[in-house]
């Protein structure tokens, strides 16, 4: 079991590191993601922000942040690793 | 399930021909039987579908001393782990049923005895020492119970239309239970569409004493603080759910003296009771599903799909738009309600099937979109949510588009119509900010009101009042979790359990069976970080993660088609039915005073001039709403002439009669 605990902003509790990889997993292989590249980044930030308490703006939903699934873990444990 | 009714007379002895004529009423909610015990002071009435003990759970019944009696509708599917323990004390009992066991759980626990109840059920029990009457319902309101209060007598039944067999009970429309109805679907109890009759609220039990009502709730929706879930991890969340709905599909499967079948929707739900069942009993299945002949609505190749991966032995019934008109009335005589859509009609031709196979038990998938974040609302929820957030973003505005990719007629296929229709009344304080846009919606309705029912409901405001109900704390609810409270209040036991459940079951005399609507398995789903439930946009994701092994990926992801049917189109695609008309003429219109005719004369054109296709949804709404309204003013204020004619009780009838000894 990991130690590593992650603050999440939404809920104010720590959140294991492993539940946070799997809840990134689990969402990175839904088959239920936009087609449209600009849809998918919205869908990805609308999980990002619910799932983890981040908040984004504007110019954070960009497929340098949320492009890829690696793009994706790397942003989270950056902005949830500030914290 | 069976049919209960009743009354504690106020004045003089009760009236055996008045429980007799309420047990007629509720024929077809128990046509294997029926039975009444009357005293100096009250009545109980049953009519008996047999499916546990079929000869010794004859009803009413009372305790060892004639003391305590019941009449009870329903399945307590913990009996005999339950009756063990009772023998335990002391009890001693004289039949196999589990309705011997609630009255003995009742003498021993009080009303405590429902905290242990794992099951359905609706529940009367006449204390003859001391003059009291109990009544109770299951959590989540599975099964129905009315009650009303005249200056001659207390009358309670399973049907609304048992408690109109008293001649003495006034009949008119409900204001204030039609206000609910245009706003959430249905009247949330206590309240129904007709005045003075009320509905015991799910969880709830009452005891009338000294000819008063109390009630106390014991059992309610409740969620953690958002953040401060017991367990914040999916697997062991996933594990434990598995766990729980297995054992609750293995109790409502196995807990039966008569063949259990399952609902085949084509969806992840009854997929998964269906593949529990098969995996975890080893039991030959009959599965049942619902076609319909426009391949908009259709399911068919997901159920057959899954039929095959079971090796059922599958039915199905094909409906198509004229087969929904042809028994809509019928429909609205069992629903009882007006409705805003045709859907509960496909429903009572599959239960016609059911019955006509041989079945009168059959498990469904029902409560899981509810208990699982499943339904579409909750996603609008979350996009909401997430506009409110910075309401001037375009990019977020764009959130709108990930709804309803799969629909037709989906507002994401106009992005700008779903920008301004999920963005609207973006208030992130709101407590029901998930359902404004379909409240919203259904008050559409007002607009075809007659000038005077809607000056009777004008200054009313149910959304107001639902909110002020919602229980201490919840501000500090997950949104989803908020969201999922107002289903469970409105519209799960109020249209999903009741117009579209029981009441299509049991107008062909059939029981459903819910494992999601568990009492253990809704504490522990409520108990989960809503994460769980509705990750990002993916609805039921733990769910989906946990019966991967059981369910085909290509149902197990499909994208979700909520269940409808034809609405407008039912009564106007190749050629209107012959009631309509007359149905909906400005007599009958200005006699039952709900709607204005002069709008409804114009909307009926329209859709005979395009035979109902292509309707927007609010006028298909309106379409139904209207002829539901006139068919339950037709059924229920103004007579009966048009609903079955009234039956005798069922044979065989077994009267407890202690003013005949």
Not at chain 2, 160 to 176: G, N
Request: include cysteine; charged fraction near 25%.
């Amino acid at each position: 079991m990991g130690l590593l605990a992650i603050s999440c902003a939404a809920s104010g509790i720590p959140m294991r590191k492993e539940e946070q990889m799997l809840m990134l997993k689990d969402f990175s292989s839904s088959p239920s993601r936009a087609a449209d590249p600009e849809l998918a980044l919205v869908g990805a930030a609308l999980f990002v922000e619910q799932t983890f308490g981040i908040e984004l703006s504007d110019a954070d939903i960009c497929a340098g942040n949320l492009g890829s699934a690696a793009v994706l873990e790397r942003f989270v444990l950056a902005r949830t690793g500030k914290r | 399930m069976c049919g209960i009714c009743g009354f504690v007379s106020r004045s003089g002895e009760p009236d055996a021909d008045l429980v007799l004529r309420m047990m007629g009423r509720l024929a077809h909610r128990g046509p294997d039987g029926s039975g009444y015990y009357r005293d100096e002071v009250a009545a109980l009435g049953h009519t008996r579908l047999a499916i546990i003990d079929a000869a010794g759970g004859v009803q009413p019944l009372s305790n060892e001393d004639g003391r305590v009696w019941i009449s009870f509708n329903g399945e307590i599917f913990n009996y005999v782990e339950l009756a063990e323990e009772l023998k335990a004390r002391g009890h001693r009992f004289r039949t196999a049923s589990d309705t011997e066991v609630v009255v003995h759980a009742w003498e021993a626990w009080g009303p405590e005895c429902f905290r242990r109840f794992n099951g359905q059920w609706a529940i009367a029990l006449w204390d003859r020492g001391r003059g009291e009457l109990a009544l109770s319902r299951d959590p989540s309101g599975i099964l129905p119970l009315y009650y009303c209060s005249t200056p001659k007598r207390f009358l309670f039944a399973s049907e609304m239309k048992a408690i109109f067999a008293d001649p003495s009970v006034p009949r008119s429309f409900d204001p204030a239970g039609m206000a609910e109805l245009f706003s959430f679907w249905c009247p949330v109890a206590p309240r129904t569409p007709y005045a003075g009759v009320q509905e015991l609220e799910p969880g709830h039990w009452a005891v009338l004493r000294n000819g008063g009502l109390e009630k106390r709730a014991y059992w309610q929706a409740s969620f953690p603080p958002a953040g401060e879930e017991p367990s914040q991890d999916i697997v062991e969340n996933g594990r434990r759910l598995r766990e729980k709905l297995v054992e609750a599909t293995r109790l409502r499967f196995l807990r039966s003296d008569v063949p259990v079948g399952a609902y085949l929707s084509g969806g992840i739900d009854s997929s998964v009771t269906a593949a529990v069942i098969a995996k975890y009993t080893g039991a030959p299945l009959r599965t049942f599903s619902l076609r319909f002949a426009d391949a908009e609505f259709d399911e068919g190749a997901y159920q057959e799909e899954m039929a095959r991966r079971l090796g059922t032995e599958h039915l199905s019934v094909e409906v198509s738009a004229a087969d929904i008109a042809g028994v809509f009335p019928e429909v609205v005589w069992h629903g009882e309600k007006p409705i805003l859509r045709t859907a509960p009609a496909p429903l009572y031709l599959l239960s016609r099937l059911v019955r006509r196979s041989g079945y009168k038990v059959v498990v469904t998938g029902e409560g899981s979109d509810e208990v699982l974040a499943g339904y579409d609302i909750f996603r609008e929820a979350r996009v909401r949510a997430f506009l409110a957030r910075d309401p001037g973003s375009t990019m977020r505005a764009r959130a709108a588009e990930l709804l309803y990719p799969w629909m037709l007629r989906s507002p994401g296929k106009a992005p700008s119509f779903a920008r301004a229709f999920f963005g609207k009344n973006l208030d992130p304080s709101d407590p029901a900010l998930s359902h404004r846009p379909r409240w919203d919606s259904t008050e559409a309705l007002r607009r075809m009101l007659d000038p005077g029912f809607r000056a009777a409901i004008e200054s009313l405001r149910p959304d107001e009042e639902l909110v002020a109900r919602m229980p201490a704390g919840s501000e500090a609810w997950d949104p989803v979790a908020r969201a999922q409270w107002l289903e469970f209040t409105t519209l799960l036991p109020g249209y999903i359990l009741s117009a579209q459940g029981d009441r299509m079951l049991m107008g062909n005399s059939v029981e459903g069976r819910f494992p999601f609507l568990d009492a253990g398995v809704m504490d522990l789903a409520n108990s989960f970080p809503s994460r769980h439930k509705l990750l990002g946009l993916d609805e039921k994701h733990v769910l989906k993660r946990e019966f991967a092994d059981l369910v085909p990926e290509s149902i197990l992801h499909r994208p979700k088609q909520p269940y409808r049917a034809p609405d407008a189109s039912s009564f106007f695609q190749g050629g209107r039915p012959e009631w309509l008309d007359g149905l909906v003429s400005e007599g009958a219109l200005r006699e039952a005073g709900v709607f204005d005719p002069v709008p409804v004369a114009a909307l009926f054109a329209k859709c005979a001039a395009v035979g109902g296709r292509g309707m927007s949804n609010t006028d298909n709404m309106r379409v139904v709403a209207v002829v539901s309204t006139q068919l339950a003013h037709r059924h229920f204020i103004a007579g009966e002439g048009s609903g079955p004619a009234a039956k005798p009780a069922p044979e065989p009838l077994k009267a407890f009669d202690m003013l005949k000894r």
